[in-house]
């Protein structure tokens, strides 16, 4: 699957007019799936830090633009979270940010294969890819 990352459209998604407005690099990146679903991260738009216990929020509207984009939470559940640990060492704990891109590519995954939200707006990571372990192995510690 390929995703595109580009600046949000003011108009694609609710975002304050503080930041819609602004300078670029004061923009939440967007990511737009192969099949068109557009995903923000909602700490970003809030402009907030990013979440370190391993529940993200993120707006989602899908490629029609019918309805209003739709809060999504992806949680990482602590097994998984705790094989990348020890697989990585320590070097990647639960504050890294390698959990908030996880979260974001396995919604990015979700969205693509199944073209469709998540049943009661979330999504639960239970298990890792081999992406997902290639990735923790070249990750900084930030």
Not at 29 to 47: A, K, M, P
Not at 78 to 88: K, L, P, Q, S
Request: hydrophobic residues 40%.
């Amino acid at each position: 699957m390929a995703t595109l990352k580009r600046e949000p459209e003011p108009d694609l998604l609710s975002v304050p007019p503080a930041i819609a407005g602004g300078p670029l690099e004061n923009r939440p990146i967007e990511l737009v799936t192969e099949n068109g679903f557009s995903i923000l991260r909602s700490w970003e738009i809030d402009r907030l830090s990013r979440p370190v216990a391993g529940k993200y929020d993120f707006l989602v509207r899908n490629p029609h633009g019918l309805e209003p984009a739709r809060e999504i939470v992806v949680e990482v559940a602590g097994d998984v979270i705790a094989e990348i640990e020890r697989y990585t060492r320590g070097r990647i704990a639960l504050r890294n940010s390698f959990w908030s891109y996880c979260a974001e590519r396995h919604l990015a995954t979700y969205l693509w294969e199944n073209d469709g939200y998540p049943p009661e707006g979330t999504l639960i990571v239970e298990q890792l890819t081999v992406d997902d372990f290639d990735l923790a192995m070249r990750w900084e510690t930030t």
